[in-house]
Nanobody, 121 residues
């Protein structure tokens, strides 16, 4: 019913930049929250940055000043600009949305398939 397609991951040297995209499509009536999460090997998934229900942004402390989340509402697309990347940022990055859908009741949560980000030292 809702598809999330992510792109923009890859391999970069420390100090480099990447821009991730997450395009949402399907039976979306409205998007309540959109955010980026990451999971490194052997670690739990953690929030990177998100637009909350009120449209404000939340950032994890470890990315403040380096990453910027943005969105194009007309395209239902979420972005994550990542600068000054560090080896510790290596992880699978996934987008998550909470939406209302046509024919549905309440909110539904969807995850993207994830995109690998690898930062070499």
């Amino acid at each position: 019913q809702v598809q999330l397609v992510e792109s923009g991951g890859g391999m970069v040297q420390a100090g480099g930049s990447l821009r991730l995209s997450c395009a949402a499509s399907g039976s979306i009536v409205s998007i309540t929250t959109m955010g980026w999460y990451r999971q490194a090997p052997g670690k739990q998934r953690e929030l990177v940055a998100e637009f909350n229900n009120g449209g404000s942004t939340n950032y994890a402390d470890f990315v403040k000043g380096r990453f910027t989340i943005s969105r194009d509402n007309a395209k239902n697309t979420l972005y994550l600009q990542m600068n000054s990347l560090e080896p510790e940022d290596t992880a699978v990055y996934s987008c998550r949305v909470r939406v209302s859908i046509r024919g549905g009741v309440g909110l539904y949560q969807y995850w993207g398939q994830g995109t690998q980000v690898t930062v070499s030292s």
